[in-house]
């Protein structure tokens, strides 16, 4: 039997981190994925919030798999000086809470501009962010979102051989891919597998778009987990179920996520993992 780890974006359960670690607790979750708390985003975080954040971890026996930034989920043509400062801060919180990951994005395009226009930028303001990861002795795992730089296979590629650090990595999303035309395991899986270093795990379907529990999608996750398990990855699964109905579909509540929960534990004891 393979055995991963099992982590879950605890604010998509509820905004107090108390509620979130019970819960993941008792879907089998050892890890938490750090994107905010009490309503606040990580890149917000002072002082007094990290050291309430750890308080809350260490009392429930729960560990960071990673922080969760929103860094790179802005214009590519912004400030770099204030997104660099925004991810060191980031990096200090990831650091004080004993993790070695964060997730960040390669920005969005105005109206009008076309995404190879943006080529260079990116390019250059992810550089930076791996020398300042480097440095600070932890891993950038860039997440494949919709209508960033990096949301194709190809582009995720072109951007992590091009940056060409240690320290950029891939955070590999099914449901992502689907939602911009990609059969994730068939158009992508080959090409990026050398640099993947973290799932996350929801899934969509072709049709509408909409996230749905793995295996009910069309993000070929069976496919996926089956392929990792061959290669013998192993890594952390963050859940992150997208659920909810309404404006905001990570407010997927304890039930939705026990219900994606459920759905990952199905799929991956079927091709024959081990959660933890």
């Known amino acids: 039997m393979v055995e991963w780890v099992l982590s879950g974006f605890g604010d998509e359960i509820d905004d107090d981190p108390r509620v979130q670690l019970a819960v993941l607790r008792a879907l089998g979750a050892s890890h938490i994925e750090v994107r905010s708390a009490w309503g606040v985003n990580v890149a917000d975080f002072d002082d007094d919030l990290a050291t309430r954040l750890a308080a809350a971890l260490a009392a429930a026996g729960v560990a960071v798999s990673a922080v969760a930034s929103p860094i790179g989920k802005t214009d590519v043509f912004g400030d770099p000086d204030a997104e660099l400062a925004r991810l060191r801060a980031v990096i200090a919180l990831t650091r004080r809470l004993r993790s070695r990951y964060v997730r960040l994005f390669s920005f969005y395009r105005p109206p009008g501009v076309a995404v190879e226009a943006t080529r ?128 905001d579909a990570a407010k997927t509540g304890p039930a939705g996520f026990g219900r994606a929960a459920r759905a990952f534990a199905a799929l991956t004891a079927g091709a024959g993992i081990t959660l933890r």
Do not use: C
Request: charged content about 25%; overall charge negative; glycine content about 8%.
């Open 120 to 247: 260079d930028t990116v390019l250059r303001r992810l550089r930076a962010f791996a020398d300042l990861a480097e440095r600070e002795q932890v891993v950038l795992l860039h997440e494949n979102e919709k209508d960033v730089y990096g949301d194709v296979p190809a582009r995720v590629l072109d951007l992590i051989e091009s940056v060409g650090s240690p320290a950029l990595r891939v955070a590999w999303d099914n449901a992502n891919f689907v939602q911009v035309g990609v059969r994730p395991f068939s158009d992508g899986y080959a090409m990026l597998r050398p640099h993947l270093e973290y799932l996350q795990v929801k899934d969509a379907r072709s049709a509408d778009g909409a996230v749905v529990p793995a295996g009910e999608g069309d993000g070929e996750l069976l496919q996926t987990v089956t392929a990792l398990r061959d290669d013998g990855w192993t890594g952390f699964a963050s859940l992150e179920p997208h659920l909810a109905d309404g404006p």
